[in-house]
């Protein structure tokens, strides 16, 4: 989709529980387009949408959710953190 955009949009990718990750992803975003990132969108997650393939319920173990848990809450803090000063 970038590509098709041209200038006005760059593509980037960084692991969101990284928070060092994070800040070099913004970091780079802000010195593309010589501004601050002022928007986020936090879409990222861990998680698998196949019923058949994923832990059920009874069985899902703590490190499993806590992956989860890292990728949505602390993925959305480290993101939402990094953009506030723009």
Do not use: H
């Amino acid at each position: 989709l970038a590509a098709e955009i041209g200038e006005r949009a760059i593509a980037l990718q960084a692991d969101v529980t990284d928070r060092a990750a994070v800040d070099a992803m913004v970091a780079a975003a802000e010195s593309r387009f010589g501004a601050p990132v002022t928007t986020v969108v936090n879409n990222a997650l861990d998680y698998s949408f196949n019923g058949d393939a994923r832990s059920q319920m009874t069985a899902i173990g703590w490190d499993e959710m806590d992956r989860q848990f890292s990728t949505v809450v602390r993925g959305a803090l480290n993101l939402i953190q990094a953009a506030a000063p723009g």
